[in-house]
């Protein structure tokens, strides 16, 4: 059963700084894109940013310049650096990575982790 889990959310001041981590476990083959996702409330869902398998990145407007996405093949893990934090970025943030596993290729999701920035 594949499963992933994030850390590293908390709660930090505005200007501040949160790494947050993902990894997944279970029996996986492959993995091709990951990357993070984040839902504020009364809001939908969505991309913060991304990572292919060859290192390709994309990143949401709204964090270019202020966010990094990285990722370890080998120990099946992404980071997402987050710095100059503002009120907006408040929200749980959701790791998401598409798996090719014994029941082939699909998308899995983590259960989430706050980011909460006080001003």
């Known amino acids: 059963q594949v499963q992933l889990v994030e850390s590293g959310g908390g709660l930090v001041q505005a200007g501040g700084s949160l790494r947050l981590s993902c990894a997944a476990s279970?029996?996986?083959?492959?993995?091709?894109?990951m990357g993070w996702y984040r839902q504020a409330p009364g809001k939908q869902r969505e991309l913060v940013a991304s990572?292919?398998?060859?290192?390709?990145?994309n990143y949401a407007d709204s964090v270019k310049g202020r966010f990094t996405i990285s990722r370890d093949n080998a120990k099946k893990t992404v980071n997402l650096q987050t710095n100059s934090l503002n009120s907006e970025d408040t929200a749980v943030y959701y790791c998401?990575?598409?798996?090719?596993?014994?029941?082939?290729?699909?998308?899995?999701w983590g259960r989430g982790t706050q980011v909460t920035v006080s001003s």
């Open positions: 279970g029996s996986t083959f492959d993995i091709n894109t």
């Open positions: 998401n990575m598409y798996i090719l596993s014994r029941t082939g290729w699909r998308d899995y």
């Open positions: 990572i292919t398998s060859g290192g390709t990145t």
